[in-house]
């Protein structure tokens, strides 16, 4: 509990950070509706896509591991938050080029890719900053 004239934990962050963390959340969210989604086709009678769901599952939990460990600020979550960001840009990217190429993209799929490239970017470049860097690095235990 905080004092009432404290300012509560969440409230010390940076904005960008808390709008990451909700990212990671929401996202979280959005790969379990896609596994929702992938339900159907299988009460459909569709085969072959175990491996999506999951995969789908495994990012939900990495996407929350690294939304509760950014809200530590565990300097471990701020490094892995920027690889898994940084495969998911590149996967993205290279998705987004080959359907382009081969003209297989939806017109509703090009605002989700490129909203995905976007975010993934921003969140890679807001994070390396240094002076979000200071806020992960370990506090000195005080001296008495």
């Not at 909700?22 to 969210?29: E, G, H, I, S, Y």
């Not at 789908?56 to 809200?71: D, T």
Request: aromatic residues 14%; charged residues 10%.
């Amino acid at each position: 509990m905080t004092n009432a004239g404290e300012p509560s934990a969440v409230s010390k962050l940076p904005l960008g950070l808390v709008l990451i963390i909700v990212c990671c959340f929401v996202r979280a969210l959005l790969s379990l509706w896609f596994v929702g989604q992938m339900v159907r086709y299988l009460t459909a009678g569709s085969i072959g896509i175990y491996q999506y769901m999951f995969t789908s599952l495994v990012e939900a939990v990495v996407w929350v591991v690294l939304g509760v460990g950014l809200r530590r600020l565990a300097a471990r979550a701020r490094v892995a938050a920027m690889v898994f960001c940084g495969i998911i840009l590149a996967w993205s990217s290279y998705l987004f080029l080959s359907a382009m190429l081969h003209q297989t993209i939806q017109h509703w799929n090009f605002p989700l890719f490129a909203f995905n490239v976007v975010t993934d970017f921003a969140i890679i470049a807001y994070l390396a900053q240094g002076s979000v860097k200071v806020l992960f690095q370990p506090k000195a235990p005080p001296t008495s």
